[in-house]
């Protein structure tokens, strides 16, 4: 299994911008499709957006297309989430977690039981 430590949450205004860091260890990061997710108190584990091992195919949920983007540096074992034009309902803490699960293209929308390997997670608030 891969270890990942998610990092750059934080406070900031509706309509700020964050990005968020998941660094892994292991050689074999490469191999493996990425996904955040983020978990609001009292809510379930949601899907945000994923990335396949390669980096050329994505996906993300309809309430953050447009404003997040994912993208990963194997060379650092690295996947980014930048998150821009923030809203309240964004706030949440927010996790990366990795699969061998396939991507299969935009409409990639997993589950969270679907990963086996997780950070620790990073709270993200943003204040309106």
């Known amino acids: 299994q891969v270890q990942l430590v998610e990092s750059g949450g934080g406070l900031v205004q509706a309509g700020g911008s964050l990005r968020l860091s998941c660094a892994a260890s292991?050689?074999?990061?490469?191999?493996?499709?990425v996904a955040w997710f983020r978990q609001a108190p009292g809510k379930e584990r949601d899907f945000v957006a994923a990335?396949?091992?390669?980096?050329?195919?994505?996906s993300y949920a309809d309430s953050v297309k447009g404003r997040f983007f994912i993208s990963r540096d194997n060379a650092k074992n690295t996947v980014y989430l930048q998150m821009s034009s923030l809203k309240s309902e964004d706030t949440a803490v927010y996790y990366c977690?990795?699969?061998?699960?396939?991507?299969?293209?935009?409409?990639?929308?997993?589950?969270?039981?679907?990963?086996?390997?997780w950070g620790q997670g990073t709270q993200v608030t943003v204040s309106s």
């Open positions: 977690g990795a699969s061998v699960s396939y991507h299969s293209g935009s409409n990639y929308n997993p589950k969270s039981y679907e990963y086996t390997s």
């Open positions: 292991g050689r074999t990061f490469s191999r493996y499709t």
């Open positions: 990335i396949n091992w390669s980096g050329d195919r994505t």
